[in-house]
């Protein structure tokens, strides 16, 4: 399996000031009291915080494969030659799969290499760091099927992968990225920070992994205490247990107390476990110690844009919780081992007879219920439930959502579906019409729609996410992702709403809610998310402390203040591990930005951009620092850099918009604006500044049309409602439509006492 690709936060720097400010009332926002709501028990929930000090586990405490074999020979013989044994390994005649007898390999782009033997090693003759060919020792085989990758050592501690692998299976060289134009300078390339062992891979495929990574030397010290991902990986240091075995009289439950993956562990906790390497995730401590749960150590990737189709199928290379977690087999106690063997990892049983041993197959192994003759491909239920995609161009992964077909999703969203995955040459609307044909509607409202619905903005969703929200039933990774999509909205009340999900039984929902309000108003939200300093889990406890980095230490509540410089050590742990990606940097920018270090992050910034020169989130937040520091011409330059790498990226139009607006350049502010709204930006000050821009510019009606445009797409939008109002009265002096626009204004802030004296202006005239 190929290195986790560990997803990195991005957040977008937004302007807060208001462009050209018109005569306009200050707005009061009401102060919300979130509702007190009772937690209840939940399976793997702690009811305590735990010890915040981290630990790490020394490699004496680990004894090897050999020593569990000792009592355990059953499941060593399953293990030995899985996935999971040969996930590393020194790099020998027995080892190396791949052809090394003076083979060549060209790129699409015409990147080439050699690979040849010198010595008894292997070697690859391909383009280094500079752009040169260079000669490179391969030190290490990554994976077994099917498809094997191959490590080089560099100096500084860092070991690389090839992107040049190859194909165990058809036994020939392949390209992992045929699909990129991939030079020197980028990331991507093989010997830069996305193929690096050290940061992209080792923590889970090897056992006690510490990446030991010093950003002042830029270099690393990644030692593991066993290579590969051995028992101990799974089940924790061993040394305690097996000294306990050998005593006589031991008593089997008594000395696994302590162990992880045991009899004893309950499903979902199980499910939790193996989800640490099996996740599209962030890593928030040094290092992994086997205590408190995933949640602990990771912060995980929802179902969001880039890595999840709308309906939350997969469609980036992200793994299998993420898909399983949404699953009714999932919410309904069904874990990973009931399946799989969990030491040689394949399936238990092959074919339908696997999914026939919980589902009737007297209603769901026949054609009745298939419309395919049996024992087809058609009929296969892993093939309807279970499609997959391939990922690294060879290796074919099933999604684990374990969902119905749904045409009528990809009618209206253009997500796949299962029917058109066989069926290619038809439509989907064809394949609704079958399903139709076959099962008549479907028999039950999903969140997949809710989903589907939500990411692309449109008001009618609001309700639909809430519902879902409010919905405990429901997976909690579909509930966390309804409150991002519902923290989208720029809604007060909308996001008001969100607020007592601080409280919710599910880490994840609270993760969620804690990120949703700090996108949108962190500072005004601080009074309910300070709790969050207290919580069980460490990823909701460093979620609250970033959210509350813009308060200084004498403003932190008494009460919270030891809890405050305890997560304050958290953070810091979370800021060092991820120091080594571009996101790291970029996060840490953000902190120094919120706390006022703007030179650290400026620096930040800057380091994360010269590991990746293609980084446009670093280069598009580093353009606004430099504008709030009013460097003009650097932001400029910045922001028109970005625009030329990524042409696409509607944000960076409206920043040069608002930029060029401040310089009085009204026309190439305008040009850039309405560039933003021509690439469907979501955001609603784009109208707002927009709008203002002409009615300043003496084109009223312009205006108009754009705050109406605003309006429909974002209905009730304060601004824009009261920009709306002041221009009809103000400057196109029609009172009507004033009120009508006013009254929308009292209606939805009726506690808003600017908002009363301007109707009662307006109807006074």
């Not at 500072?523 to 460490?538: M, N, S, T, V």
Request: with cysteine; aromatic share 12%.
């Amino acid at each position: 399996m190929y290195c986790l690709y560990l997803s990195m936060k991005y957040f977008l720097s937004r302007r807060q000031n208001i462009l050209l400010v018109i005569s306009i009332l200050f707005f009061s926002i009401s102060i919300y009291t979130a509702c007190q709501k009772e937690s209840k028990e939940t399976e793997a929930e702690e009811t305590t915080p735990p010890d915040q000090t981290f630990t790490f586990i020394e490699d004496h405490q680990f004894v090897g494969s050999e020593t569990c074999m000792e009592c355990h020979s059953e499941a060593y013989e399953d293990w030995k030659g899985s996935h999971h044994d040969l996930a590393m390994q020194k790099a020998t005649e027995e080892t190396v799969l791949a052809d090394f007898n003076d083979a060549q390999f060209t790129t699409q782009e015409g990147m080439k290499s050699h690979f040849y033997k010198k010595d008894g090693e292997f070697w690859v003759n391909t383009e280094g760091p500079d752009g040169e060919y260079g000669d490179y020792n391969i030190v290490y085989t990554y994976g077994i099927t099917p498809l094997q990758q191959y490590i080089v050592k560099f100096p500084d501690g860092k070991y690389q992968c090839l992107l040049t692998a190859w194909d165990t299976k058809e036994e020939k060289w392949f390209d992992l990225y045929p699909q990129y134009n991939v030079v020197h300078e980028e990331w991507l390339h093989w010997t830069k920070g996305a193929m690096s062992w050290n940061t992209m891979c080792s923590d889970c495929h090897s056992t006690n992994l510490k990446k030991n990574y010093d950003e002042k030397t830029d270099s690393f010290n990644t030692t593991y205490a066993i290579i590969n991902v051995s028992c101990e990986a799974c089940h924790g240091p061993g040394k305690a247990h097996t000294e306990a075995a050998r005593r006589e009289g031991y008593e089997a439950d008594a000395i696994s107390e302590g162990l992880k993956m045991t009899h004893l562990t309950k499903p979902k906790q199980l499910v939790d476990d193996c989800a640490r390497c099996h996740i599209r995730r962030e890593q928030l401590t040094l290092a992994y110690n086997w205590e408190g749960s995933m949640i602990d150590h990771y912060l995980p990737q929802l179902l969001t844009e880039q890595h999840y189709f709308a309906d939350g199928q997969i469609l980036d290379e992200v793994y299998v919780w993420g898909s399983f977690v949404q699953s009714k087999m999932y919410m309904n106690h069904i874990t990973c081992t009931d399946c799989h063997n969990p030491h040689s990892m394949e399936l238990k049983v092959s074919g339908n007879t696997l999914c026939l041993e919980c589902h009737e197959p007297e209603k769901y192994d026949v054609e009745l219920h298939t419309f395919h003759e049996k024992n087809t491909e058609g009929a296969a239920c892993m093939d309807c439930h279970m499609p997959g995609r391939f990922y690294m161009v060879n290796d074919f992964r099933r999604d684990h959502s374990f969902r119905v077909p749904r045409p009528d999703l990809s009618v209206k969203y253009g997500t796949p579906n299962a029917c058109n995955g066989c069926h290619e040459d038809q439509s989907a609307e064809w394949a609704w019409e079958k399903f139709q044909e076959w099962y008549g509607e479907p028999d039950s409202s999903h969140f997949f729609e809710a989903l589907a619905l939500g990411r692309t903005g449109d008001p009618a969703a609001i309700e639909a996410l809430q519902q879902l929200i409010a919905n405990d039933q429901q997976p909690p990774i579909a509930r966390a992702t309804a409150i991002n999509y519902l923290g989208r909205y720029h809604d007060e009340e909308v996001l008001n709403s969100i607020v007592k999900y601080l409280k919710d039984n599910e880490p994840l929902v609270r993760m969620a809610s804690i990120d949703a309000l700090d996108r949108a108003a962190p500072l005004y939200f601080a009074q309910h998310i300070w709790e969050g300093l207290e919580d069980p889990k460490r990823a909701v406890r460093v979620k609250s402390f970033e959210a509350l980095a813009g308060i200084e230490l004498k403003q932190v509540p008494q009460h919270y203040l030891a809890a405050y410089e305890n997560v304050r050590k958290e953070f810091s742990d979370y800021q060092k591990v991820t120091a080594d990606f571009p996101g790291g940097q970029t996060n840490k920018a953000l902190y120094y930005e919120r706390t006022g270090q703007t030179q650290k992050a400026l620096e930040a910034y800057k380091r994360a951009i010269e590991m990746d020169n293609y980084n446009n989130m670093a280069r598009f937040n580093l353009a606004n620092l430099y504008y709030r520091l009013g460097q003009m011409d650097m932001a400029e330059k910045t922001f028109i850099e970005v625009v030329k790498q990524e042409p696409d990226y509607a944000e960076t139009y409206y920043s040069l918009g608002l930029l060029y607006a401040e310089l009085n350049r009204n026309t190439e502010a305008i040009s850039q604006l309405r560039k933003a709204l021509d690439l469907n930006i979501d955001n609603p000050r784009v109208y707002y500044n927009l709008g203002l821009l002409y009615q300043n510019g003496q084109a009223p009606e312009k205006a108009v049309g754009i705050f109406e445009k605003g309006l429909q797409r974002y209905p009730g939008h304060e601004n824009l409602l009261y920009a709306m109002a002041y221009l009809q009265v103000q400057v196109l002096g029609d009172v009507p439509k004033a009120r009508k626009y006013a009254h929308q204004l009292i209606k939805r802030y009726p506690d808003n006492e600017n908002y009363q004296l301007f109707w009662k202006q307006l109807n006074a005239q």
